[in-house]
């Protein structure tokens, strides 16, 4: 965030709401950089739910010299995402609905340059390289005692596996999320975590505790892609491509890998536009 950025505007924002499977966003092209507002604020105001529009995050596209565009991201509690798998999808699909990029294009993280194809309704982000921990970690939480495979796709995942994932609670998956996301091994900055059950050869199912919204999201793209990853280290899956079911709805993870170093690592699945609108001023 910029020192000379205000948390007050008069000028109503633009902005569109978008869907990736149940990630919800709103979208704001801030390509002219007006109005320079206080993002974290915002989001903090405009993601709430039944009080404003309600999202789990922002998205800021803005102008870059050597891509077709930048991308910044905002989670609901207003803290700055390195990259979100499903926010990026719909910035690109937002920005071949409007021109500001054909159907391949690169734009810029902070995780780095990430490649994008669009085609209809369906976007495909090529993540970075996943870094993955070569040993599993135990964690004691209490009299549970927990494997955690670490995986990075751009943000850190805490992949846990476990059986019968649909009659895990919301209560219980949030409970054990936020302990893992905030547990010392993971300090200072914390992790997302995603669990894990197996249901074929190609297929897993998995559910998110989405750090920096903190509770369990309809999707995740970044842990669709990690979750992945760590079934087909560990085994429990073929290989490429991976079809990833979550609460919103089915995504794709394609790559190249042995099993234990992976490359050329792609995100895909629909994106769907919702509604567009004005954003009226923050106040104070």
Not at 31 to 51: H, K, S, V
Not at 70 to 79: E, K, P
Not at 109 to 115: E, S, V
């Amino acid at each position: 965030m910029k020192g000379t950025e205000a948390s007050v505007t008069n000028v109503p924002v633009r902005f569109y709401k978008m869907s990736g499977h149940g990630n919800d966003f709103i979208l704001i092209d801030n390509r002219d950089g007006n109005p320079p507002l206080n993002w974290n604020a915002a989001a903090r105001e405009w993601c709430r739910r039944r009080t404003s529009v309600g999202a789990d995050g922002i998205l800021l596209i803005g102008w870059d010299s050597d891509s077709d565009f930048s991308l910044r991201i905002f989670n609901a509690d207003g803290s700055e995402a390195e990259m979100c798998g499903n926010g990026a999808r719909c910035a690109a699909w937002y920005a071949v609905d409007r021109g500001i990029a054909g159907e391949t294009m690169t734009f810029q993280t902070m995780a780095g340059t990430i490649r994008a194809r669009v085609e209809g309704l369906q976007a495909a982000i090529r993540l970075t390289d996943p870094t993955v921990s070569k040993d599993a970690i135990s964690l004691s939480l209490g009299e549970e005692v927990l494997e955690i495979r670490s995986v990075n796709t751009g943000v850190p995942h805490a992949v846990i596996f476990r059986d019968a994932l649909s009659a895990m609670s919301s209560e219980e998956l949030n409970r054990l999320g936020r302990s893992v996301r905030f547990h010392e091994a993971f300090a200072p900055a914390g992790t997302n975590v995603d669990f894990v059950e197996i249901a074929g050869s190609d297929r897993i199912r998995v559910r998110t505790y989405e750090r920096g919204v903190e509770g369990e999201t309809l999707a995740c793209g970044t842990g669709a892609a990690a979750s992945a990853v760590a079934s087909v280290m560990q085994g429990k899956t073929d290989g490429s491509p991976v079809a990833v079911d979550m609460p919103g709805g089915r995504l794709f993870i394609d790559f190249i890998g042995d099993g234990e170093h992976f490359s050329d690592l792609w995100l895909r699945g629909d994106v769907k536009p919702l509604f567009r609108g004005e954003l009226l001023p923050l106040k104070g």
